[in-house]
């Protein structure tokens, strides 16, 4: 390195001197270690003024940045909230932040839980901000910074507009800071914060502090899924090459697939170690065409991570259930990771931990095998655990107590776990409605979290390989280490109300245009307008080619188009015919017809178990033969239904007890028993005939076809092939024009249809100006944050909650939040009191009638009310133990906390409501009280 002129060491030590007086100088000399360089340029620019996006791999540092903002606020005498987009990470920043700067200058929100909520930097979740935003709250007085965790958390289809209503509404004078994990978009986001919130610095860093090795574990054996003794992380910062895959790898790939060619599938063998030649296992298990690998347990593959010093380890299965079966197993199995000296630290740790849980609540919650597991060194951490339980399988792993967690991916998000080792059992998982692949991004994220900084020199990624494991595969997930940040924004009811009640019609529309999710389409149009510039130019190419020498050949295409349309027609509407016949079968069975079922895909014999006469579209639930039970509809039935006979159903019948359906399948193979040659419950095939008019209309194309002088044409199929180009090409053309018209103003032309839904349900009224204002009706509105916002200020209208006492009032409030499986939607169970029974039939009547003016409106549709929480709800406000709560139920205790946290949040919400009827507001608070006990109340700081 070249030596400084005079001049240029004394222009070094003069930064060094101004350096030296800022308050990010004294904030460096808190740290033992020197700061990366994308930390030092993001904190210069905070204390700069300037708002920064800071995006990098997950463990490289960022929250640093964060807390820079927390101590410059402190300095400077003012406020700093501090958001992040679960409660959990909310609950882990305020226990780290009041622990550096003292319990006295530290609050917490997270709608369920408020602690100081005056204090000068307070940790809240993102949707609190906004509530405070809404609200015009006098906690944003003296707020200097806004520190957003997990920014990149705005694509969440579900809560991410939640962080570009904060970013959009907070005053100018606050400096934003955001933390994202690596996106390929970064410029692009913070382009747009460039222009929503002001000068702002993007920093980018792709490096991460501690290298990530990629593995694959092969039987017991962990192999380097690379080639070469780089890691592909340092390899990616160095040069744009990307690693060769490990060959013997490939070849073990290859010598599966051979074998499954050959129709035979066997086990045995031993996998390589990372240094070990794996060529070595596809050759000594040819013989009788093995496969080369036999599966691990998970109890094995713990032992090969910690033979191999690779433990703690967090191995992510996206399955609560195969977490607690894994834990079980390690068990099981005899698995020790700990000493007996740690043991005892462990037992002290959970006993102070439980010391407040009523020991009958011990059994049900799982309480002993989940504290074995501790002794043992192991655990599992999903959200259906007790959050108590949660938070310290968290603080024993990173005190190094628990060596294996078996996790949900939830765990990625945020929660500080690093690991030497992350497991990823499979790479596909079940997204509540099909089985998907893990994205470049989750496993990314996944990954993230292997390698602690200051303790490991390095991480490593593990992959278990499965039946039909493709090494290319894994190593693109592998390499493509970012993912795009795409805006889910959109204007809810709740949302549209609290503009036009702050701003009016007019500035709320152009509020909504400065979205990111605009922003977006705004760009995207430049891109779309080329391409049609390009089709319109082969257009003509293809017009060129189809020109006939006899007449117009676009018109005689034409005539074949239309016949064609007409034909289609025909069919179609003779489809619908029948989906129409189909459709009031369904309808007209009641709960005990036997029935068949008979297309779809498990065709069979059932019994109708329940019917919703409110429906949409009938879809009665039905319990096979199989005991499966599940709604079907007309895609199950190749015709018309009827009933073959019917079944007794008891009227103490409980779809949830095993018992219950185990006899009335019985009583429903013995009725089919009973039929003669077990007759189909088909009503008869349904005949799709034209009528007389549509034969007549195709009749008279057809002769139009042929007298057309084309037709006569000895090219005219050349001719038709080129026309058929021009059409498809002309309508992908339209389309992308259709595009480009719809994009221009996209979110704008949603909050228009929202206001005018709102309009129509006397929430809105128009200002003899013109404009819109709230009503008393919307006023109520502003106030109901959620999913279900509009439904819930419906039935407040419709006075769905006024005579309901306190149990029942949390039974129903449940119905609002409670989000079932798959599986178990739409059941309706028996009703406890007929007040409960009315305000139901309310609440589904409205949620019914919004579903319809959605439809129409174009709008996202409203959930429909799940029931399956109500009976629990009910017995845990009446003050039953929790194991009666869940007797019959496949919820975990962790779940029913959660859902019982968020019916205390929604009726917080309703006691504030302007303009309750009389005695509505005691009530919810009379419910919150009966609600928050015991289980759910000991549990006050969880997610």
């Known amino acids: ?90 609950n882990q920043k305020y226990a780290e932040l009041a622990g550096k700067y003292g319990s006295a200058d530290v609050g917490l929100l997270t709608g369920d839980t408020s602690i100081n ?60 800071i955001s933390l994202s994990a690596t996106v390929s978009n970064a410029e692009e986001f913070g382009a747009w914060l460039d222009t929503v919130r002001g000068s702002t610095e993007i920093i980018v860093s792709e490096h991460r502090p501690v290298p990530l090795w990629q593995h694959v574990m092969v039987g017991k054996d962990i192999v380097d899924l690379f080639a070469g003794d780089t890691s592909f992380d340092q390899l990616n910062v160095q040069s744009e090459a990307v690693p060769e895959v490990n060959t013997e790898l490939l070849q073990l790939a290859r010598t599966e697939a051979q074998n499954r060619m050959r129709g035979r599938f066997a086990h045995g063998g031993r996998g390589g170690h990372r240094k070990n030649n794996v060529n070595r296992l596809a050759q000594s298990h040819q013989d009788a065409g093995q496969s080369p690998v036999r599966k691990a347990s998970r109890a094995q593959v713990i032992l090969a991570l910690d033979r191999a010093d690779l433990l703690p380890a967090i191995t992510f299965i996206f399955s609560r259930a195969g977490c607690d079966a894994a834990v079980r197993q390690c068990v099981d199995y005899g698995l020790m990771l700990t000493t007996e000296a740690e043991r005892q630290e462990i037992s002290a740790r959970v006993e102070q931990a439980s010391q407040d849980i009523p020991s009958d609540d011990l059994e049900v919650l799982g309480y002993w095998s989940w504290r074995e597991g501790l002794l043992r060194g192991v655990a599992a951490h999903h959200a259906g655990m007790l959050p108590t339980f949660k938070e310290l399988v968290e603080s024993l792993f990173v005190d190094g107590l628990v060596r294996a967690v078996f996790a949900t991916e939830t765990l990625a998000l945020g929660v500080n776990m690093p690991a030497r080792s992350v497991v990823l059992e499979k790479l596909e998982k079940y997204n509540g409605e099909s089985h998907v692949n893990v994205t470049a ?48 924004f959109r204007p809810t009811y709740n949302m549209s109300i609290n503009l036009i009640a702050q701003f009016g019609q007019g500035r709320a529309r152009e509020i909504l245009e400065s979205s990111f999710a605009q922003f977006q389409a705004d760009r995207s149009v430049v891109g779309l307008a080329r391409q049609v510039r390009s089709r319109e130019a082969a257009l003509l190419g293809y017009q060129e080619s189809m020109t006939c020498h006899l007449g117009d050949f676009g018109e005689y295409a034409q005539l074949r188009r239309e016949l064609s349309e007409a034909e289609s027609q025909a069919a ?236 029942e009032l949390a039974a129903f409030a449940s119905a609002l939040v409670y989000q079932a499986k798959r599986e178990e939607r739409g059941l309706r169970p028996r009703m406890p009191s007929p007040v409960l029974e009315h305000s139901v039939d309310v609440l589904v009547r409205q949620w019914s009638m919004l579903e319809d003016q959605e439809s129409q409106a174009k709008l996202p549709l409203t959930s ?80």
């Open 441 to 488: 991004g989750e496993y990314t994220q996944l990954t993230g979290r292997a390698g602690r900084r200051g303790i490991d020199v390095e991480g490593h990624a593990v992959v278990l390989w499965q039946p039909g494991t493709d090494p290319g595969a894994v190593a693109g997930l592998a390499s493509r280490r970012t993912y795009p940040l795409n805006s889910s």
């Open 572 to 807: 179609k509407q003779g489809g619908r015919a029948r989906r129409g016949a189909v459709d009031e079968s369904l309808a007209a069975l009641r709960p005990g017809d036997v029935i068949e079922v008979s297309a779809g895909r498990s065709p069979g014999y059932a019994v109708v178990i329940a019917t919703d006469p409110q429906a949409h579209e009938p879809r009665p639930t039905v319990l096979t033969t199989d005991k499966e039970t599940r709604r079907i509809g007309r895609h199950d039935l190749q015709g018309p239904v009827a009933a073959l006979g019917r079944v007794r159903i008891p009227k103490q019948f409980n779809l949830r007890q095993p018992k219950d359906r185990k006899n009335l399948v019985a009583a429903l193979n013995y009725a089919l028993s009973t039929f003669q040659d077990a007759p189909s419950s088909r009503v008869g095939a349904f005949a799709d005939n034209r009528s007389a008019a549509q034969e007549e209309q195709i009749a008279a194309l057809r002769r139009r076809l042929r007298a057309h002088p084309c037709h006569g044409c000895s090219d005219r199929e050349a001719h038709a092939r080129w026309s058929e180009r021009w059409w498809r090409l002309r309508r992908e053309t339209d389309s992308l024009v259709r595009q480009i018209q719809g994009r221009t103003g996209t979110i704008a032309k949603t909050f228009d249809r929202v206001c005018e839904l709102l309009r129509q349900d006397d929430f809105l009224e128009s200002l003899p100006g013109g404009g819109l204002r709230p009503t008393v009706a919307g006023q109520r509105l502003r106030r109901i944050y959620g999913e279900k916002d509009l439904l819930i200020a419906l039935c407040l209208r419709e006075g769905a909650f006024e005579a309901l006492d306190a149990n």
């Open 1 to 90: 390195m070249p030596s400084l002129s005079p001049a240029e060491r004394y222009q070094a030590a003069r930064e060094r001197m101004v350096e030296s007086r800022t308050q990010f100088a004294a904030f460096k000399e808190t740290f033992e270690f020197d700061l990366d360089d994308f930390q030092l340029q993001a904190c210069q620019a905070i204390e700069a003024g300037q708002g920064v996006l800071v995006a990098a791999p997950t463990g490289a540092g960022k929250t640093i940045v964060g807390e820079f903002a927390v101590y410059l606020a402190l300095a400077r005498g003012l406020k700093t909230f501090y958001t992040t987009p679960i409660k959990a990470l909310s």
């Open 117 to 176: 909520p005056e204090a000068a930097i307070v940790v809240m979740t993102t949707e609190v901000l906004r509530n405070m935003l809404y609200a015009s709250s006098e906690a944003l007085d003296d707020l200097a910074f806004v520190v957003m965790d997990e920014v990149h958390y705005l694509a969440d289809r579900f809560r991410g507009a939640v962080w570009e209503e904060v970013i959009i509404h907070l005053p100018s004078e606050v400096q934003v």
């Open 864 to 943: 429909e009310p799940e029931l399956g929480l109500l009976w629990p709800m009910l017995k845990w406000a009446r003050g039953k133990h929790l194991e009666a709560v869940l007797e019959g139920t496949d919820l975990a205790a962790g779940d029913f906390v959660r859902w019982a946290k968020q019916v205390i949040d929604l009726l917080d919400q309703l006691a504030s409501v302007p303009g309750l009827a009389p005695g509505v507001r005691k009530t919810c608070l009379q419910a919150i009280e009966r609600v928050r006990r015991g289980v759910v109340a000991y549990s006050a700081l969880a997610a």
